[in-house]
Each structure stands twice: as C-alpha cells, then as structure tokens.
C-alpha cells in the first residue's frame, strides 16, 4: 500500500505565494510519474503540472510561468512553487503519483488527499 499526504495549502492574497509538497510513502519500488491537479467547485479536476521520473515538465496554459513543479527522489516527494496567485487558482490541489510497488509489478495510480488554496483578491 501506498500513501500520498500532501502540505502546504493555505489562505493567501492574489499576488502571493504558496509552496506545496507530496510525500509517498509505503511500498515503493519506483515511482514514474507525478503530477498536480486541482479541482474547483463544480469544475471537473484538471491537470495543474506534471513531472517524470527524469524531470521532463509538463504545466497547463494557465499556470505556465507562475508555477514550478519539482521532485526530489531520493524523499519520493513532489513540490509545487505557485507565485502570482490568482483568485481563479482557487480550488483543492491534489497530487498523484505513478508507483511500482515491487520488481516486476505493474504500475498502479495513487492520489493524496487534497490541500485547500483559497487565493482572495
């Protein structure tokens, strides 16, 4: 079993910062892929940013140049830098993380709990 806790989410004003991060923990043999999503109310959940295991990023349009995803493997955690935040960047911030748990086993798709960001203008 594999578990994702992620930190970090909080109340800022529009123009500010947060940083948050995604610890994996368990049985973990690799982990491939990790990403970013959020999800507002009564919006369907969307990709914020992801990152594979060597580091090649992807963001969505409307984050490119305000957030930075990172990873540290060696922690099996993921981070997210969001600078300039918008009220519209509202939302629960989710991560996932692709995760052999064993040689030899198929790769299986966990999700973290979610982290409120509340960005007022």
């Known amino acids: 079993q594999v578990q994702l806790v992620e930190f970090g989410g909080g109340l800022v004003q529009a123009g500010g910062s947060l940083r948050l991060s995604c610890a994996a923990s368990g049985s973990i043999f690799r982990i491939n892929g990790m990403g970013w999503y959020r999800q507002a109310p009564g919006k369907p959940r969307e990709l914020v940013a992801g990152?594979?295991?060597?580091?090649?990023?992807n963001y969505a349009d409307s984050v490119k140049g305000r957030f930075t995803i990172s990873r540290d493997n060696a922690k099996n955690t993921v981070y997210l830098q969001m600078n300039s935040l918008k009220p519209e960047d509202t939302a629960v911030y989710l991560c996932n993380a692709g995760v052999t748990p064993y040689a030899g086993w198929r790769e299986t798709t966990y999700w973290g709990q979610g982290t409120q960001v509340t960005v007022s203008s």
């Open positions: 990152i594979t295991s060597v580091g090649s990023r």
